[in-house]
Nanobody, 125 residues
Framework: QVRLVESGGDLVQPGGSLRLSCEVS????????IGWFRQSPGKERECVSY????????WYEDSVKGRFTLSRDNDSKSIYLQMDSLTPEDTALYYC??????????????????WGQGTEVTVAD
């Protein structure tokens, strides 16, 4: 019912910026929140940011506060993650997700298997 296609990942030097996009398509629009996870090889994934559908309230992981900015297009339902002042610790596969629970962490894809490919961000000299 929903397709999530991520883009915008690239190789960037420390201190640089990237803007990630998550294009949303399909017939269903009934999700509680939508946002971004990231995962590095050999490490557990973490939620970076999300926005609640009805209220518009945004949440950010502590390590990215003041550097990353989440936004959305209310017509297309697409979301964007502006990432500034990037550091090597931000290197990861970033992927878009619905119905994120930061306490587990988990998302709708963990329950229905409809995960995407994500977009790779590499921060290095």
């Amino acid at each position: 019912q929903v397709r999530l296609v991520e883009s915008g990942g690239d190789l960037v030097q420390p201190g640089g910026s990237l803007r990630l996009s998550c294009e949303v398509s399909g017939t269903s629009t009934d999700w509680y929140n939508i946002g971004w996870f990231r995962q590095s090889p050999g490490k557990e994934r973490e939620c970076v940011s999300y926005i609640r559908t009805t209220s518009g309230t945004k949440w950010y992981e502590d390590s990215v506060k003041g550097r990353f900015t989440l936004s959305r297009d209310n017509d297309s339902k697409s979301i964007y993650l502006q990432m500034d002042s990037l550091t090597p610790e931000d290197t990861a596969l970033y992927y878009c997700a619905l119905d994120i629970d930061t306490y587990k962490p988990s998302s709708r894809a963990d329950r229905n298997g409809d995960w995407g490919q994500g977009t790779e961000v590499t921060v290095a000299d």
